[in-house]
């Protein structure tokens, strides 16, 4: 991979973005203390989203943190954030937390979390907003907010039950335990846990396969989705209908059929 951004080009950089074809990966880079969130990260972070975001030839993005951790939320020791009666938590909840998980959930093009190791409080749910989280088998997901007398933040509420129902929702939260990758998966909490050393291989095939998919298609079945969760069957159906009829006039939606009529692969262009 090369790194394509000079200025997050530096090793202590608490970012890297590097380019492969369609793909961008993100890596959270302050490994010695887990990946943490500081100010400074997110400074990075949010802006190199909305790049991806904006840049049509980015067709997918994967996020991984470097070294032993994926990220452990919330830096806890980082000064701008602050603990105690003056701290603003809500604050930092809503300058941080609240842009990233919309960000990502409203992303054009298919997110992957590659959780290289433990994800922990916000790092956690970080994950899970993304649309594909692959864990590698070391890895594990806590929801370490009740340990420091909080709640699940950047989406926890919101995706816990919705991803594992409500009784695994309200253990994982309130216990804070460790959630190994396999069970992870075996519950539904994440789509896959493969073997640590083919992680990145693993997850770079995957974005790459989505990358030559509709990105529109890809983007609007997240949204058609997440939007019939609370829906009647009925309000879902002719929100299909609604959907389906916009797709349905699009050019991918023509170059699609024409490549099957042709036996030929696809050459998706929409964003
Ligand atoms: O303003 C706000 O706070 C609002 C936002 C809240 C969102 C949140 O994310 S709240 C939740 C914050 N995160 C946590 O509470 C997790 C804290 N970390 C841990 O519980 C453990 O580190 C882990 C279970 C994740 C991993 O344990 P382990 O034994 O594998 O590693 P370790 O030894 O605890 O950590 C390694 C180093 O990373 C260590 O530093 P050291 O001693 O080697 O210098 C540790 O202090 C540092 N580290 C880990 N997590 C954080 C951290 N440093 C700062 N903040 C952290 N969150």
């Keep these: 991979m090369t790194q394509t951004t000079a200025s997050f080009a ?36 949010l802006p190199a989203l909305q790049a991806a975001a904006h840049d049509t030839s980015v067709r997918a993005v994967i996020i991984t943190g470097a070294g032993r951790g994926f990220c452990a939320g919330q830096d806890l020791a ?20 609240k842009p990233l998980a919309e960000r990502l959930r409203t992303m054009p093009v298919p997110v992957i979390a590659a959780v290289n190791g433990v994800a922990a409080g916000a790092g956690a749910n970080f994950a899970l907003c993304c649309d594909f989280v692959v864990a590698a088998r070391s890895a594990s997901f806590i929801q370490a907010f009740s340990k ?87 309000g879902a159906l002719a929100r299909e209908a609604e959907v389906q009829g916009r797709m349905g006039r699009g050019a991918d939606f023509a170059e699609g059929v024409a490549a099957f009529l042709a036996k030929r692969p696809a050459v998706f262009k929409d964003r």
């Design 10 to 45: 530096a090793a202590e950089a608490p970012l890297l973005v590097a380019r492969q074809g369609a793909v961008t990966t993100l890596t959270l880079n302050r490994p010695a203390s887990l990946n943490s969130f500081t100010v400074a990260m997110h400074a990075l972070l």
């Design 148 to 234: 420091i007398g909080l709640v699940p933040d950047c989406g926890g509420t919101w995706l816990l039950p919705r991803l594992v129902g409500r009784a695994r929702a309200i253990g994982l939260a309130m216990t804070g335990d460790k959630l190994p990758a396999e069970e992870a998966e075996r519950i539904g909490l994440i789509w896959k846990c493969v073997d640590d050393a083919s992680l990145m291989e693993h997850v770079m095939a995957l974005a790459h396969r989505l990358a030559l998919m509709s990105s529109k298609a890809l983007a609007e079945t997240r949204l058609a989705i997440d939007t019939a969760l609370p829906m009647d069957f009925a």
């Design 78 to 97: 980082d000064p701008a954030m602050g603990a105690g009666a003056d701290a603003d938590v809500g604050a930092v909840v809503e300058r941080f937390y």
